[in-house]
């Protein structure tokens, strides 16, 4: 019978200790690494999170800052509780926004980010005498989009998933921006609790300042609807009659409107320019020196939708000129969109 060496039999029991001990190591990374990945996404940033939260379909407006997240109606949460086991679980707010938590009953969390929540929860274990001084810790596990819709002059009008308030800016961004025909300010449209509607009127076009509609947030459930620049026409003798799109702000004075009409003809006369303006059910008549306004020894007339500029061509001609003339002209005229 074969006999094994005393320094061999030493040699294979410290090979298999060192392999006992590497296999127990990877055992116990494997172990751990779950956990460090659930800390790095509530830690380190959004990007695992929105990931892993975001529905497959359609775009996703998600906030900046994920901690900002508002919890609502249908959100499925995890909780845990440091040094109690026997309290995690998993919990669903219900219509009413309430959390049902064990022990405790139930905690109204609808409306607060998930920290606010994490905090409701610990006070109610201390007031119920439950635990002195809890680390709770919550995590999104499953959520309700909301969604907005955005209508009228944008680039790509349609539904956007919308989880939290976002301001009014980023979300016309995220719709591909307004499109050259859109007026000077964009409304928003909210539902009330009671079954109104509210709606909000915020000033902003492209190149002016930014600033209310960087204030301005929109919630989901809103409706943002970019209105069409208002149309003013220009006729008579000018170069280029026809509608023009007071884009860019949706303001534009009596100079401008002419400067997009190419200029006055070779014909034409600036001492008594025609505005025809329909207001409140009534038409009335304005007889502009624009010659003057040119060059800078008048105040400028500022327009609004739907007003019609005629340009006589001559001051006799002007004085035949009535309202009636000047909008069945109108009603001819094409609609030119320019840039200003």
Sequence with gaps: MATIPHKSIGGLLIAQALGMLVLGSLCSAQQVSPAISSNLEQTAG????????????????LPDDFAKLRLDTGYQLELDV????????????????DVNVPLIGTVHVAGETLREAERAIAHELVAKEMINSPNVLLKIIAFAAGTITMSGEVQSPGKLQLLAPRTLLAVLADAGGETTAAGGHVEIHRSLPGGGEQVVQVAYAPG????EAEKTLVLPGDTVYVPRAGVIYVLGAVNRPGGYLMVNGGTLDLPQA?????????????????VVRKQD?????????????????????????????????????SALINSSSVLSAAASAAIVSTVH
């Design 46 to 61: 959004t990007t695992s999170t929105r990931r892993s939260l975001s529905p497959s379909a359609g775009p996703a407006a």
């Design 82 to 97: 440091f040094g109690a086991p026997e309290m995690s679980c998993s919990l669903r707010v219900d219509d009413d926004g």
């Design 208 to 211: 002016k300042d930014p600033r």
């Design 258 to 274: 002419v400067a997009l009409a190419m200029g006055i003809s070779p014909v034409g006369s600036s001492k008594s320019v025609v």
């Design 281 to 317: 059910g009534r038409i009335g008549e304005y007889r502009l020196r624009l010659d003057e306004m040119q060059r800078g020894k008048g105040e400028t007339f500022a327009l609004i939708d739907g007003d019609m500029v005629y340009v006589p061509s001559s001051k006799v001609k």
